[in-house]
């Protein structure tokens, strides 16, 4: 069964650390570029990042410069290194991959950043 | 406030047709596909249209969609209840370096 599971979620204090991980199985993972998608309650999908096949990595404006995307193709998994978390950045976070849209996605890990 | 502009909400009854917008510029829609997503609550979004125009396999033709210059359209034929739903456009954007979402239409069957 093709799955992705998300981990790591919890409660951090404003400017805090978290990472979150995103273990892959059913397909071969090394073949797909992945991605990083959240949701703030209330809000919109919004998506935060993206590692290719080759560990090239994008990010949203939002994120850029605090965020890390990384991925082990031999662990069959993708991890996100949050640092210098904000409000803003509660949400559910979903990882999310496929080759025609993004067609396989995980439950979600929920993140919320909070003194 | 995301760079492709959609409305907030759509409605239609059972039966009839709805269209949802999708603005960009060329930056994104002007120059790269266009993917639709649609979302319920408390499950994870589904894919309903890729590259402008194209149906994965299990979706019906009732969905379609189409682009133009830099604006999308997706449409929805024979509304059914279970249509109620949010409804994003997806593209890259070359400027920002990054993928966008709209910021989601609210489809109420009446």
């Known amino acids: 069964e093709v799955q992705l599971v998300e981990s790591g979620g919890g409660l951090v204090q404003p400017g805090g650390s978290l990472r979150l991980s995103c273990a892959a199985s059913g397909f071969t993972f090394s073949s797909y570029d992945m991605h990083w998608v959240r949701q703030a309650t209330g809000k919109g999908l919004e998506w935060v990042s993206g590692?290719?096949?080759?560990?090239?990595?994008y990010y949203s404006v939002s994120v850029r410069g605090r965020f890390t995307s990384s991925r082990e193709n031999a662990r069959n998994s993708m991890s996100l290194q949050m640092s210098s978390l904000r409000d803003e950045d509660t949400a559910v976070y979903y990882c999310?991959?496929?080759?025609?849209?993004?067609?396989?996605w995980g439950k979600g890990t929920t993140v919320i950043v909070s003194s | 406030q995301s760079v492709l502009t959609q409305p907030p909400s759509a409605s239609g009854t059972p039966g009839q047709s709805v269209t949802i917008s999708c603005s960009g510029s060329?930056?994104?829609?002007?120059?790269?596909?266009v993917f639709w997503y649609q979302h319920l609550p408390g499950t994870a979004p589904k894919v309903l249209i890729y590259r402008n125009n194209q149906r994965p396999s299990g979706v019906p033709d009732r969905f379609s969609g189409s682009k133009s210059g830099t604006s999308a359209s997706l449409a929805i034929s024979g509304l059914r209840s279970e249509d109620e739903a949010d409804y994003y456009c997806a593209v890259w954007d070359d400027s920002l370096r990054g993928w966008v979402f709209g910021g989601g239409t609210k489809l109420t069957v009446l």
């Open positions: 060329s930056s994104n829609i002007g120059r790269d596909y």
């Open positions: 999310a991959t496929g080759w025609n849209g993004w067609d396989v």
């Open positions: 590692i290719s096949t080759s560990g090239d990595t």
